[in-house]
DNA sequence: ACAAATCAGACC
DNA sequence: GTCTGATTTGTA
């Protein structure tokens, strides 16, 4: 009697054996409906067997398979089972997480996409009666009417509002709703490239580099300054992989950068079916872009970390874009890295990848000069007059501050709001001010949850955590000593909005963070107001370093970039060079007088030096040889055991047994148990311990040794998780 | 003596 | 993770 065995969102590592009598060889990596307790459950099915794994058990019989969906393809289980070796976690939950939501439940999956029609009225309406400017009404009508019906693919072929403007239909009863089969098999799209803009010689060279590498597995490492035209070159390496009949996966950091890259390579690629991937798709749609990949219709599939597992039949190549950014790596449950495990997959499926940054990971630069990568260079800017910005440090010691801006900061802002030229402020930090004090006593209003600050939010008349998301009234007088008069302490983003209306009464100022791009459709409209030149300031947190193309800006001015230069975490330096390097960037993209501010306490940091040359280079290998002298990565590996309780001297107590119960293993160290860097988080109190090697492997043995021990060890109370690679310490 | 709280272990 | 039955702890 064939068995199966079926992996489940389950913190058990082994998988589960069902009596399956139809199960055939087809059905590894199908899903399966199991019993399971009094549950029942979804899981991958990972392997066909004669005989039960364990003995004395009497096997239940799957309750279904789940046929009429495409199966797991070979390489994502094997990713799968890689993820679930390289990060000590639990097979079944990583494929829990890297399956769509949708798929998980054992309610039947619909494999249908909505196609919509005209209806009688719809027919009756007549295109000349709709106003002059519904140019989109009037096109989706005509398509409407030539082709019959169009599903959501072609409306968003035709634009990507389209289907906000059929929803209006639907409204008004002019189309109607039928679904058609999801499955059914796209027609064949000769793909025709279209006429690029010319390359230039960096550019050319990059990708004629790429192409001699072959269609095998090469990783390359794009390093390519602001504006010098990364994207193009990735443009033309998916043409020429659409071009072979095969599949690209392209991976962004951000949702926030999704509609923008996605908007721009539809129009570069107007015949290919482009789809996105990421956790703020509706379920329903993340399920159909994810079929269409599986099915090999999508060509471009475009997305966040989590679509590095996206099952991809025809796949021919891979890319990382902005590689070096922290969002690739999962913070929570499976803390996996998407660009480490892209670099896995492209050499499993024996594919060209390509990183791209303007400022790498220390890890990849690291790869790149030691010769596991290639080097790919762009130094120049793409658009021929720009050139890279002129930095300025304004010395915090020696310029008073007045709402956190110095003279000489707002003089420059007074002159490009003269010129008609736009700026762009940036501080880190949101809300009104990230603290508030009593003058009096000192006291600080501080969360009840964590050992964080309180922020002003002026606007809401209130506190919040950052951390936690708790929230209070601004209190009249201070709960320490009474007295009246409680002072904001320090800038965030709405301070400096108001100070800034206050300095330019004539500019107008726009702010751009998490509190005002929380409706949908915000961050867009605010992009489009500065293409527009409607806006002459922009105030924003690092929402606006990342890939927004700003032609008429010519002045950054950063508030205070001293955070990061005396840290704990040792990638801080690395983290706040990259930062300033992509705010700065965003001066001057299309013209010659670029121009940075900094205002600082250390003006002789280093890291301004190196910024000022705009030498990544320079300051990476400064930053390499110092992680080599002091052990760090990428020269060492960490993992870091991280646990939580309600009272610190439990979670400490854990991690001190966790710590007597570690094997004795040469080559790798096990440190002390210490309070993490927030040591309260939303009432827990946190610690972490520690555990770095110089290889790989000794790290590795250590942790399949340390493990299955210390899950038999399990101390109430206590929750606790494993951080390979972390990237915070 | 009984109920509530806690715990180890299975779950296939 | 969720559930079970067994054991410990608390209370009348």
Not at 87 to 97: E, F, K, M, N
Not at 105 to 134: H, I, K, Q, Y
Not at 183 to 208: F, H, I, K, N
Not at 348 to 359: C, D, F, K, N, Y
Request: glycine share 6%; with cysteine.
């Amino acid at each position: 009697m064939p068995i199966v065995r079926v992996a489940l969102d389950v913190p058990v590592f082994a998988p589960f054996d069902y009596l399956a009598p139809s199960a055939e060889p087809g059905d590894v990596g199908r899903l399966a409906v199991v019993p399971f307790g009094r549950r029942t459950l979804v899981g991958v099915i990972v392997a066909l067997a004669e005989k039960a794994s364990v003995e004395g058990v009497r096997l239940k019989p799957v309750s279904r398979i789940l046929r009429d969906l495409p199966p797991l393809p070979g390489d994502v289980l094997a990713l799968a089972a890689f993820c679930s070796d390289y990060y000590h976690h639990p097979l079944g939950q990583v494929l829990a997480t890297l399956l769509p939501q949708r798929l998980r439940r054992s309610s039947p999956v619909r494999l249908t996409e909505p196609l919509w029609r005209l209806t009688e009225a719809g027919w009756a309406v007549d295109p000349a009666t709709l106003p002059p400017r519904a140019a989109l009404r009037r096109r989706l009508l005509a398509a409407l009417r030539v082709e019959g019906n169009l599903s959501r693919e072609a409306l968003l072929a035709l634009s990507p509002s389209a289907p906000q403007v059929i929803r209006d239909f639907l409204a008004r009863g002019w189309v109607e709703r039928a679904n058609a089969p999801l499955r059914v098999q796209a027609p064949p799209r000769p793909y025709r490239p279209d006429t690029p803009p010319p390359l230039t010689r960096e550019q050319q060279a990059a990708l004629d580099a790429v192409r001699a590498g072959g269609a095998g597995f090469v990783p390359w490492l794009l390093l390519g300054v602001t504006g010098s035209g990364k994207t193009e070159v990735y443009a033309h390496l998916i043409a020429d992989a659409l071009a072979q009949g095969r599949q690209a996966l392209l991976l962004v950091p951000e949702i926030n950068l999704t509609p923008q890259t996605e908007a721009r390579f539809r129009s570069r690629f107007p015949e290919a079916v482009i789809v996105s991937l990421h956790s703020h798709l509706a379920e329903g749609e993340r399920l159909r872009h994810w079929l269409l990949a599986a099915e090999g219709r999508a060509d471009i599939v475009l997305g966040t970390r989590l679509a590095v597992f996206a099952p991809l039949p025809k796949l021919g190549l891979i890319v990382v874009d902005e590689e070096h950014d922290a969002s690739f790596k999962q913070q929570d449950g499976l803390r996996y890295s998407a660009r480490d495990l892209a670099v896995v997959r492209a050499q499993q499926r024996e594919v060209p990848i390509v990183l791209g940054s303007a400022t790498p990971s220390l890890e990849s630069w690291h790869n790149a000069v030691n010769g596991r990568y290639r080097l790919l260079t762009l130094s120049t800017r793409a658009v021929q007059a720009a050139r890279a910005p002129r930095l300025t440090l304004i010395d915090l010691r020696r310029e008073p501050v007045t709402d956190g801006l110095t003279a000489p900061l707002v003089r420059a802002l007074k002159e490009r709001l003269k010129r008609g030229e736009q700026s762009l402020v940036f501080v880190n930090r949101r809300g009104f001010a990230p603290a508030l004090a009593c003058p009096a006593c000192g006291w600080l209003a501080g969360c009840p949850r964590c050992a964080a600050k309180l922020v002003v939010h002026l606007r809401e008349k209130r506190l919040r955590c950052h951390h936690c998301g708790h929230g209070a009234v601004i209190p009249r007088q201070c709960p320490a000593c009474g007295a009246f008069e409680l002072t904001p302490l320090g800038q965030g983003t709405q301070r400096l909005e108001r100070a800034l209306q206050r300095f330019l009464p004539q500019a107008r100022i726009l702010r751009v963070d998490r509190d005002s791009t929380r409706r949908r459709d915000a961050l867009p409209e605010m992009l489009r107001q500065v293409q527009a030149g409607e806006v002459d300031v922009l105030v924003g947190t690092q929402m606006l370093t990342k890939g927004h193309d700003f032609p008429r800006l010519t002045l950054v001015g950063i508030v205070n970039a001293d955070s990061g230069l005396y840290s704990a975490d040792f990638r801080a330096s690395e983290r706040l060079f990259a930062q300033l390097l992509q705010v700065s960037g965003r001066a001057g993209r299309a013209c010659a007088h670029g121009e940075v501010l900094i205002q600082t306490a250390f003006p002789g940091h280093p890291l301004f030096a190196a910024l000022a040359h705009g030498n990544y280079r320079e300051f990476a290998n400064t930053l390499l040889a110092e992680r080599e002298a002091l052990g760090l990565p990428p020269f060492t590996f960490q993992a870091l055991l991280r646990a939580e309780a309600h009272r610190m001297e439990s979670t400490l107590d854990f991690l001190r047994k966790a710590q007597a119960l570690a094997p004795r293993l040469p080559g790798v160290e096990v440190y002390d148990p210490v309070p993490a860097l927030l040591p309260r988080l939303a009432g827990k109190e946190r610690a972490q311990l520690l555990v770095e090697s110089a290889s790989r492997g000794l790290l590795k043995q250590f942790l399949s040794t340390w493990l299955p021990v210390l899950r038999r060890h399990q101390v109430r109370n206590v929750r606790w998780a494993l951080d390979v690679d972390p990237l915070e310490p």
